[in-house]
């Protein structure tokens, strides 16, 4: 009995083990490609979206965030703290250092949580559940609406209407770990000790949220954003908690970039209106910015002089062969994947690409690497870069 107890116990080790070494493996292959610098057709702002501090449930203080903020070089943070935006009211919204930081909300509703953006006030009021006189409000604030990670296993948006909200999160970084098993969460943490990029293992194609989200766009404009959602903060009981996954290595996982009309201005007001402007117009792209650094990808539209940038429209002429652009900053092993309606049609591995265009419809791209995976080292597509549409007409 004790032979066997022992054989088995030594067995479920070895399979632990086994199991182990292949994640760790994989991880290991899910390092940030070295990627080529461009020169940029348009000016771009590059940052982190919906980030909570002390005043909220995370575990920084505002210096905190700008600090790592600054070490990654980000051009912008949107703060969201939960309900409430008290951060402006303390004039923390300019510039630290180089990083702007704009102050935003995450409201909580009976359906779920908005984002607000850009709004001069805050709109959180206990058990809202009017969500089509919140996103009014907040639109008619100056601000922008998002629906907040859709997909969350324990605060999802509850209704399939998003009552006009102007955009939604397609990917929450915060979210991504939570519909993993305990063993990949468990391999991931063992990595990030171990200096590897634990948290890339726990990225996943965000299929549901795509798929709402080009339903949406069937019928009316939605912006697409990706978000940090970071907390720097794990409860582990009562006030305890462990300051994991930091702000810094959330700045690192996930990008957000707003292409601008001119370069970013100096003057913190006139900053955050591009900023914001860009963000409401959908002149915008994410990438997970730990599988390689996305500066350089553009998609835009063309119409012989005509140029038209994401969430616009491109019109079908009879003089001028209308055609979409892109162009990705690596020259091998990726995939442009064109779609046009929710269905996946052209593709190319080229990092350089023409489109044309010969059928109405809602054309974005997202740009997938080929990456090796154990233990046969076939190759896996992972998601790197998501754009908004161009519309065509």
Not at 201 to 218: A, H, I, T
Not at 226 to 234: K, N
Not at 241 to 260: D, G, R, T
Not at 327 to 340: E, G, H, S, T
Request: charged share 25%; proline share 4%; hydrophobic share 45%.
């Amino acid at each position: 009995m004790r032979k066997t107890l022992r054989f088995i116990l030594l067995s479920v080790a070895i399979l632990f083990v086994l199991e182990f070494v292949r994640g760790t493996i994989d991880i290991f292959l899910l390092r940030a490609w070295s990627t080529k610098s461009t020169s940029l057709k348009f000016p771009i702002a590059r940052g982190a979206i919906h980030v909570h501090s002390k005043y909220s449930d995370g575990s920084g203080s505002i210096a905190e965030i700008m600090e790592a903020a600054e070490r990654c070089s980000l051009d912008f943070v949107i703060l969201t703290d939960h309900n409430n935006i008290q951060a402006k009211l303390d004039s923390a919204e300019r510039f630290w250092g180089r990083t702007l930081l704009i102050v935003g909300e995450e409201i909580s509703t009976n359906t779920g949580h908005v984002l607000s953006i850009g709004a001069q006030r805050s709109h959180y009021a206990p058990g809202l559940s009017d969500i089509p006189r919140l996103v009014q409000d907040i639109h008619s604030d100056s601000g922008f609406a998002f629906i907040a990670h859709p997909d969350h296993p324990r605060i999802r948006w509850k209704s399939p209407e998003f009552f006009g909200a102007g955009g939604m999160e397609i990917i929450n970084a915060d979210s991504e770990w939570r519909n993993d098993s305990l063993r990949e969460v468990i391999d991931a943490l063992i990595a990030e000790l171990i200096g590897l990029p634990g948290m890339n293992y726990l990225l996943d194609e965000p299929v549901e949220n795509v798929r709402r989200w080009d339903d949406e766009l069937r019928t009316r404009r939605v912006v697409g954003i990706g978000s940090v959602d970071a907390h720097a903060r794990i409860k582990l009981g009562g006030e305890r908690h462990i300051a994991f996954p930091s702000y810094q290595k959330m700045f690192e996982l996930l990008s957000s970039f707003v292409i601008l009309q001119d370069r970013l201005s100096i003057d913190p007001h006139l900053a955050r209106r591009h900023i914001i402007d860009g963000l409401k117009a959908g002149r915008a792209f994410f990438a997970l910015q730990s599988l390689g650094d996305a500066t350089g990808f553009e998609f835009y539209g063309e119409a012989g002089s005509e140029i038209v940038l994401p969430q616009d429209t491109l019109f079908l002429n009879a003089l001028a062969e209308p055609a979409l652009r892109v162009r990705v900053p690596a020259d091998k092993n990726i995939v442009v994947q064109l779609y046009r309606n929710g269905v996946a049609t052209e593709s190319t591995n080229a990092p350089e690409s023409r489109f044309a265009v010969r059928e109405t419809g809602v054309y974005r791209v997202i740009v997938f690497q080929e990456r090796l995976q154990s233990p046969w080292f076939s190759r896996r597509r992972a998601p790197w870069i998501f754009s908004n549409p161009i519309r065509v007409n």
